[in-house]
C-alpha cells in the first residue's frame, strides 16, 4: 500500500487543521493506519492510531481531547482533525500502516508515506 499526507500549513494557536492520508491499493481495509509527528530537532512521536475496521482509536496524551482520528475505507482516507491546536504541534506529520492493532512505535509500521508540514504560530 503507497500513502500520501496532505492538508498541513500554517495555523494560529487554537485554531484547527485536519490532515488526510490518502492510500493506494485494494488492501487499505485490511491495515490499521497511524499517525505520527516530527518537530524540528526531535525524534518522531506517535500521535494516533485507528484499527482496519475504524472501531478502534487509540491517541497520545497530547491528542487525547483535541485530536481526532477517523477513517472512510470507501475512499481509501484516513483523517485527522486537529482542534485547540498548540505551537508545540509544529511538525512534519506522516501517516503509515500496520496490521498491528494500536502500534504506538515506528517500527511496527510496515508503510510509510511522505509527511505534511503543520506550523502553528503563537
Known amino acids: 500500500v503507497q500513502l500520501q499526507a496532505s492538508g498541513g500549513g500554517l495555523v494560529q494557536a487554537g485554531g484547527s487543521l485536519r490532515l488526510s492520508c490518502a492510500a493506494s491499493g485494494r488492501t487499505f481495509s485490511t491495515y490499521a493506519i497511524g499517525w505520527s509527528r516530527q518537530a524540528p530537532g526531535k525524534e518522531r512521536e506517535f500521535v494516533a492510531a485507528?484499527?482496519?475496521?475504524?472501531?478502534?482509536?487509540y491517541y497520545a496524551d497530547s491528542a487525547k481531547g483535541r485530536f481526532a482520528i477517523s477513517r472512510d475505507n470507501a475512499k481509501n482516507t484516513v483523517y485527522l482533525q486537529m482542534n485547540s491546536l498548540k505551537p508545540e504541534d509544529t511538525g512534519v506529520y506522516s501517516c503509515?500502516?500496520?496490521?498491528?492493532?494500536?502500534?504506538?512505535?515506528?517500527?511496527?509500521?510496515?508503510?510509510w508515506g511522505q509527511g505534511t508540514l503543520v506550523t502553528v504560530s503563537s
Open positions: 503509515a500502516a500496520t496490521f498491528i492493532l494500536g502500534a504506538r512505535s515506528d517500527n511496527a509500521y510496515r508503510y
Open positions: 485507528i484499527s482496519w475496521s475504524g472501531d478502534g482509536t
